[in-house]
């Protein structure tokens, strides 16, 4: 399978008048792979449009955090967070890539975008989970310099599978 090409694939920070790919990736990627992500479809299906408003316009507006979009062709096909807390720790989220995507590199782009966000912000750590069972998201990560942190909870109450931590620390 040949990886797309650089002028298919863009990762762009999500602006504030892109709410709906916000809610449609969001949507899809729950619904595509729901064992990867804590939140359900259903619990996003529930949110008004104002959430995803408000989600857009934090993602746009704040200096510390940003929502990366993956588009080919201009679509939205993927999508993942990148945020600095209060102590200076990155934090990175809702990894997602379209599967007929994976194991092209895409996710792997976007990962790193997600991560030289948060070395530029000055993150000296930078911390995410993943679920026990998703093997080449762990194999993405470890390539990446993060480690098994050893921590672990439940991906939703009262469920077998584990979202396991990770973290990556400046040397």
Known sequence: ???PSSN???IVPLRVDEWR???RLRITALTESP???SPTAASALAHDDAYWQRGAQRAAESPDF??????RHGYGVGLGSAGRDEHGAGHIGAMWVDPGLRGRGVGARLFDTCVAFLKCRGCASIELSVTETNAPAIALYQSRGFVLTGTFEPLREGWPLKN???KWERS
């Open 8 to 10: 298919d694939i863009a």
């Open 66 to 71: 940003e929502m990366f979009i993956v588009r």
């Open 35 to 37: 064992d990867a992500f």
């Open 21 to 23: 790919d916000l809610k």
């Open 164 to 166: 396991l931590h990770m």
């Open 1 to 3: 399978m040949s990886s």
